[in-house]
């Protein structure tokens, strides 16, 4: 996917969501550690958590590490920016103050894409050349960005980020893949997961509530049955051809409501 422009992802709107990925200097495999990747993983629910930021998929390899996010812009509010500036400033060598005129500044940095894939490589960068004694360079270039405006490309998106570890040959489908978003809700859960799937048009057929969550699952499962794990780029709408989402929530009703009783995955 080519790369936007720093001033084209600087999008005013609240929810704006993109397709983002980074990959490590000749893709060498700093995260083949699992304890690196459940590390990674964890950081990366964790700047969330400090930014404004939704994921919508995650997943993390060997040699890079691929999300589908929403950058939100709420009502600034100045305990809410101060209380993140403070867990931000504690991983920080030299921690700044703060100060009630920062509230614009720290506004705009929270809210950016920019900014915060930046400050994420930069502590990923640092760990993994503390614990791993890599030394020199570790990401290939700047990260990968996409906007996604339509319902069909965030699904395919999402679907995408959470085939790659079939890709990359580490499982035979995501749902056993502990460092990717569908994984993680398998074994541990929606929360561990860190992810919010989108209230839109091309998510209806997952249905409500909780369980939708593990439909997703599941609708992520069949798209490897169906050889849509080997795709070489996302956004490919006709990926759901064999798995159509209009029709998926239809067939597993005549199926006897398995939806209501999904297997293990």
Known sequence: MPRESRS????????????????????SPCFADDAVKEW?????????????????????????????????????????????????????????????WRVKEWYEKLTDLSEFMKRLNQSIARYVQETQGHRGQVWRDRFKAGYLEEDADILSNMAFVELSCVRAGLEMRPG???????????????????????????????????????????????????????????ALKDM??????????RTQRRLGHAVLRLPVL
Not at 10 to 27: I, L
Not at 177 to 198: D, T
Not at 240 to 245: G, I, K, Q, S
């Open 40 to 100: 990674v993983y964890r950081h990366i629910l964790w700047m969330g958590n400090i930014y404004y930021v939704t994921f919508r998929a995650v997943s993390v390899t060997d040699d890079r590490y691929q999300l589908v996010l929403s950058m939100n812009k709420p009502k600034p509010s100045e305990g809410a920016l101060e209380k993140r500036f403070r867990a931000i400033q504690r991983t920080n060598r030299l921690p700044l103050k703060w100060y009630p």
């Open 176 to 234: 056993s893949y502990r460092w990717c978003s569908v994984g993680r809700i398998m074994e541990e859960g929606r929360q561990a997961a860190g992810i919010g799937l989108p209230n839109r048009a091309a998510f209806a057929f997952l249905g409500k509530g909780e369980q939708r969550y593990k439909t997703y699952c599941l609708f992520a499962d069949r798209l490897v049955r169906h050889g849509h794990a080997v795709k070489a780029a996302p």
């Open 8 to 27: 084209s992802i600087k999008r005013s709107e609240n929810g704006a969501t993109y397709y983002v990925r980074s990959r490590t200097v000749s893709q």
């Open 240 to 249: 759901f051809d064999a798995v159509n989402p209009r029709t998926f929530l």
